[in-house]
């Protein structure tokens, strides 16, 4: 017995319009988020732009509010640098100038003291290995993390230190 494959009934602009409302509504969404979903929905495209204008006029969707909030979460919450955040709104279609703007109103310091944080974390759970072998795993932990190479290296350079002097 062959399988058909499960064909997904196609949204109209106006349901697109009212199911995007929706999800705005309890949640924020960029401009990205929206083409992409009613691609998914196979809204015909000559239809997309003016459902997303609606929702921009409306305010349901404003990519500089989103990346605003996209920057506060992940700075506190998972504990992203600026180049991981960048590159994950720019994935979302948030325009460069926007997330330039949403980078810029971060507290450096406060960023900083999250790598910290992360990285005496990861230090706690390495096990074994050499001082060196140690010390490149918190660097590419830190790295991973989307912080730059200079920030890293003196976070990682202080927790060996505050190790060492504890030792």
């Given at each position: 017995?062959?399988?058909?494959?499960?064909?997904?009934?196609?949204?109209?602009?106006?349901?697109?319009?009212?199911a995007?409302?929706?999800?705005?509504?309890?949640?924020?969404?960029?401009?990205?988020?929206?083409?992409?979903?009613?691609?998914?929905?196979?809204?015909?495209?000559?239809?997309?732009?003016?459902?997303?204008?609606?929702?921009?006029?409306?305010?349901?969707?404003?990519?500089?509010?989103?990346?605003?909030?996209?920057?506060?979460?992940?700075?506190?919450?998972s504990?992203?640098?600026?180049y991981?955040?960048?590159?994950?709104?720019?994935?979302?279609g948030?325009?460069?100038?926007?997330?330039?703007?949403?980078?810029?109103?971060?507290?450096?310091?406060?960023?900083?003291?999250?790598?910290?944080?992360?990285?005496?974390?990861?230090?706690?759970?390495?096990?074994?290995?050499?001082?060196?072998?140690?010390?490149?795993?918190?660097?590419?932990?830190?790295?991973?993390?989307?912080?730059?190479?200079?920030?890293?290296?003196?976070?990682?350079?202080?927790?060996?230190?505050?190790?060492?002097?504890?030792?």
């Open positions: 017995m062959s399988e058909e494959p499960i064909k997904r009934r196609t949204r109209t602009a106006d349901e697109a319009y009212a995007l409302s929706r999800l705005c509504a309890r949640a924020e969404k960029s401009s990205g988020d929206a083409r992409r979903l009613m691609r998914t929905w196979g809204v015909p495209e000559s239809e997309r732009e003016g459902v997303l204008r609606r929702l921009l006029n409306e305010r349901f969707i404003d990519d500089s509010r989103y990346a605003a909030a996209f920057v506060r979460d992940k700075i506190a919450l504990g992203w640098g600026p991981k955040i960048r590159t994950a709104l720019a994935a979302k948030v325009a460069r100038e926007t997330i330039d703007e949403a980078l810029s109103e971060c507290d450096r310091a406060k960023m900083d003291d999250r790598l910290g944080t992360m990285l005496h974390r990861k230090h706690a759970a390495l096990r074994g290995g050499t001082p060196f072998e140690r010390r490149a795993k918190l660097m590419r932990y830190g790295l991973s993390l989307g912080y730059d190479y200079s920030t890293v290296t003196d976070c990682v350079e202080n927790i060996v230190k505050d190790i060492d002097n504890e030792g």
